[in-house]
T-cell receptor
């Protein structure tokens, strides 16, 4: 089944404790992206990747890191999480880029206390 | 800067009636426009997109959207609403010049009453 998977689905952590949210897709898509969803703000893009070893900042990259060492994986790293990073995070992928249909993962709800 | 406005936080409609979810945008150059739907506790699902061509775009689940360049709008429509259409709907845009990221609206909750 074609899908985007994220882990973990739920995470509660404390300020400053490094964490990684994994994202994997099995569709051989070139483009992958991370979004955060906050009430009243819709989705905001954090980082995106056009292909392996090619990443770029979205609208809200501060406090986040990403890497794209393999085509299928695009982990999101929070080196020192803060409470304002409490949010619902979505990973998405598409075949070539933003003009193609994006497939979204199920989401990761992160709480930073 | 590119932006999307979804002026209604919630739209209520009776089952069987037509529905419209509004979206207006601002971008540099020509717009690429999208609608996505989010069901409870799920990720977003693609409904339809406008890249170029016919102003009326047909998508999944009987939805369609009309691109109106003069009014910078891309309203989502369906002739006959179903209870199962109840969900959160997002409009998104990017321009063909300038910023390459996709900008989403804040979302509109559609509630279809039986």
């Amino acid at each position: 089944e074609a899908q985007v998977t994220q882990n973990p689905r739920y995470l509660i952590t404390v300020t400053g404790k490094k964490l990684t949210v994994t994202c994997s897709q099995n569709m051989n898509h070139e483009y992958m992206s991370w979004y955060r969803q906050d009430p009243g703000l819709g989705l905001r893009q954090i980082y995106y990747s056009m292909n392996v070893e090619v990443t770029d900042k979205g609208d809200v990259p501060e406090g986040y890191k990403v890497s794209r060492k393999e085509k299928r994986n695009f982990p999101l790293i929070l080196e020192s999480p803060s409470p304002n990073q409490t949010s619902l995070y979505f990973c998405a992928s598409s075949l070539r880029g933003l003009l193609d249909e994006q497939y979204f993962g199920p989401g990761t709800r992160l709480t930073v206390t | 800067a590119q932006s999307v406005a979804q002026p209604e936080d919630q739209v209520n409609v009776a089952e069987g009636n037509p529905l419209t979810v509004k979206c207006t945008y601002s971008v540099s150059g020509n717009p690429y426009l999208f609608w996505y739907v989010q069901y409870p506790n799920r990720g977003l699902q693609f409904l339809l997109k406008y890249i170029t061509g016919d102003n009326l775009v047909k998508g999944s689940y009987g939805f369609e959207a009309e691109f109106n360049k003069s009014q910078t709008s891309f309203h989502l429509k369906k002739p006959s609403a179903l209870v199962s259409d109840s969900a959160l709907y997002f409009c998104a845009v990017r321009g063909d010049t300038g910023r390459r990221a996709l900008t989403f609206g804040s979302g509109t909750r559609l509630q279809v009453q039986p």
